[in-house]
Every structure is written in C-alpha cells, then in structure tokens.
C-alpha cells in the first residue's frame, strides 16, 4: 500500500511559476513509478508527466513539454512537478499517481492521491 498526498497547489498569474510535491508513505516509494495528471471540470484526466522509479526516465505530455519538470527524491520518499510558464488552460486540479511503469495512461497506476488544486489567472 502506498499513500500520496500531494501539495503546493494555489492562484497563481499566467507566466507564473508552482512547484507540486507528492509525498508517499511507505518504504517501498523508490520501486514504483511515478506520474502526474490534471483534470479540468468537464474533462477527462489528462497526462502530464511521468518518472520511472530511479528517475533516470522522464515523460512529459505535449501540452505541457518545456515548461513542466518532474523530479523525485527517493529518500525523502517525494516526487515533484516543476511548472513554470503556467497559462490559464493549465488550470485544473492535479493528481500524482504510483504505478509499476511510468505510464501515460492514468489505467497503468495503482495508488492516487486527493488532488492539489491549480488555478492559473489570466
């Protein structure tokens, strides 16, 4: 079982910059991968981005490549989403996920956490 509570969510103005951390209790954080999605009233959850579970791999949605980084600390038992440039369509509530891959596909995770809320003003 592995637990995420993700942080860092809030109002921010475009061209503005978040930093997400989802921490994971557990001892067995540094063996799963790790990915982040949005989802936006109305929508379908969308990928963001992904990181395989030493972190030498990283994936990153279209929307959101260049602007967005995913980090993780294994000994601190976090994974972190960078987001900078931030536009008013990035505005949605994110979520980090635990998974055995470092899926794009929210289907390929077995752990979530509650969600952060990110509100991007125009």
């Known amino acids: 079982q592995v637990q995420l509570v993700e942080s860092g969510g809030g109002l921010v103005q475009a061209g503005g910059s978040l930093r997400l951390s989802c921490a994971a209790s557990?001892?067995?954080?540094?063996?799963?991968?790790m990915g982040w999605f949005c989802q936006a009233p109305g929508k379908e959850r969308e990928f963001v981005a992904a990181?395989?579970?030493?972190?030498?791999?990283?994936y990153n949605g279209d929307s959101v490549k260049g602007r967005f980084t995913i980090s993780r600390d294994n000994a601190k038992n976090t994974v972190y989403l960078q987001m900078n440039s931030l536009k008013p369509e990035d505005t949605a509530v994110y979520y980090c996920?635990?998974?055995?891959?470092?899926?794009?596909?929210?289907?390929?995770?077995?752990?979530w956490g509650q969600g952060t809320q990110v509100t991007v003003s125009s």
């Open positions: 996920a635990a998974g055995k891959i470092a899926d794009s596909s929210p289907r390929g995770y077995d752990y």
């Open positions: 557990g001892r067995t954080f540094s063996s799963y991968a």
């Open positions: 990181i395989t579970w030493s972190g030498t791999y990283t």
